[in-house]
């Protein structure tokens, strides 16, 4: 990450792909005194996902923003969707919509409890240390 930022002048925003990737770009960046952490100076950073590393990476101003897809409508709606086709003959007359939803700073507060019910005593196992 460090190699190609160093080639790469230009970029001002990083996407992780993966909620795991966020912490160790964030860190290259870091070390290059890129200044991504969110305050309108430097590189610019958005993660994906509503994982406990990326929700503690907004709440702490590491991530501009993350998404949700919705998971927990993914697994739903689709049985439903079946059930419905199974036993009563109907077919979806709409598209199911689950996401993407932005989470910024103005809605993490909200997601971080909906989160925790989902992963447990893991989310702080987690998301402990990833942003240090």
């Known amino acids: 990450m460090q190699s190609y930022l160093l080639g790469h002048e230009s970029v ?9 990737s966020g912490p ?7 070390e290059l005194d890129l200044s991504p952490a ?3 100076d430097g590189i610019t950073m958005v993660g994906v996902d509503e994982s406990p590393v990326s929700l503690e990476g907004v709440k702490g101003g590491f ?3 993350t998404h949700s897809q919705g998971f927990y409508l993914q697994g739903f709606t689709p049985f439903e969707i079946l059930f419905w086709n199974r036993e009563l003959g ?3 007359t709409y598209d199911a ?3 993407p939803i932005l989470i910024d700073s103005s809605n993490v ?6 989160t925790r019910n989902v992963f447990g005593d893991q989310y702080d196992t987690l998301s402990e240390g990833a942003w240090e």
């Open 109 to 114: 507060d909200a997601w971080i409890p909906m």
């Open 63 to 65: 991530l501009l923003a």
């Open 24 to 30: 160790w770009m964030y860190a290259a960046a870091n």
């Open 12 to 20: 001002n925003v990083i996407f992780a792909v993966t909620a795991g």
């Open 38 to 40: 969110v305050d309108g």
């Open 97 to 99: 919509l689950s996401g």
């Open 90 to 92: 109907s077919d979806p």
